[in-house]
């Protein structure tokens, strides 16, 4: 079975200012996905960023970035430049193929941030 | 594009009571998950459904079920409720198997008194 570990329940962080949140993850599959979601008060998850697996290259969408590091089972969300609207729930989630064509979905805990003026 | 669409977005029921929750994943989407989010558990996978077919279903009960339609709607029932039914249940849809990113609908709020 997989697991996903989010070791901070909650954190802040100064307005502009950079954070990185932390997700570990354990698995036996060699193909796998690995995503971050938003969930704002609104209570709508939002996808943040996703990485596959097989690519070494760490995902960026704009001020998000990752840094995937397989052997380690690491992957670790940096949102440089935080913004206000950046406060919510932020959960890493991981995607495999469990068998019989299909898949399931294991979320992390999920980590508050919260953006101080 | 509509997104994903789940009513009621908040129900009260009593113990012992059925339930039935609604999914309308964006068009064309054919894949359909659901989730429990509870402040204890977190989030947990219920199933999937994908060409009116349930893929995998996750650790829960058989009082939890559900079924999908040909035009991808999909409904999540919950029999014989228990208090520890009472969470936020979110659906989410994507074009294919869970392998594309997922779009939620802002889910439905449970309460079982």
């Known amino acids: 079975a997989q697991t996903v570990t989010q070791s901070q329940p909650e954190m802040s962080v100064q307005e502009a200012e950079t954070v990185t949140l932390s997700c570990t993850y354990d698995t036996s599959e060699n193909n796998y996905y690995l995503f971050w979601y938003k969930q704002p008060p609104s209570r709508q998850m939002i996808l943040v960023i996703r990485?596959?697996?097989?690519?070494?290259q760490n995902a960026t969408e704009n001020r998000f970035s990752v840094n995937f590091q397989k052997a380690a089972k690491s992957f670790s969300l940096k949102i440089s430049d935080s913004q206000l609207g950046d406060t919510a729930m932020y959960f890493c989630a991981f995607l495999a193929y469990s068998g019989a064509g299909s898949y399931q979905l294991t979320f992390g805990k999920g980590t508050k941030l919260s953006v101080i003026p | 594009k509509a997104g994903v669409t789940q009513t009621p977005r908040y129900l009260i029921k009593t113990r012992g009571q059925q339930v039935t929750l609604s999914c309308s994943p964006i068009?064309?989407?054919?894949?359909v998950s659901w989730y429990q989010q509870t402040p204890g558990q977190g989030l947990q996978f219920l199933f999937e459904?994908?060409?009116?077919?349930?893929?995998n279903k996750g650790n829960f009960p058989g009082r939890f079920s559900g079924r999908q339609f040909s035009n991808s709607r999909s409904e999540m029932n919950v029999s014989t409720l228990e208090l520890g039914d009472s969470a936020l249940y979110l659906c989410a849809s994507s074009p294919n198997r869970l392998s594309s990113p997922l779009h939620f609908g802002n889910g439905t709020r449970l309460t079982v008194t």
């Open positions: 068009s064309g989407h054919r894949s």
């Open positions: 990485q596959e697996a097989y690519k070494q």
């Open positions: 459904y994908f060409s009116e077919t349930q893929r």
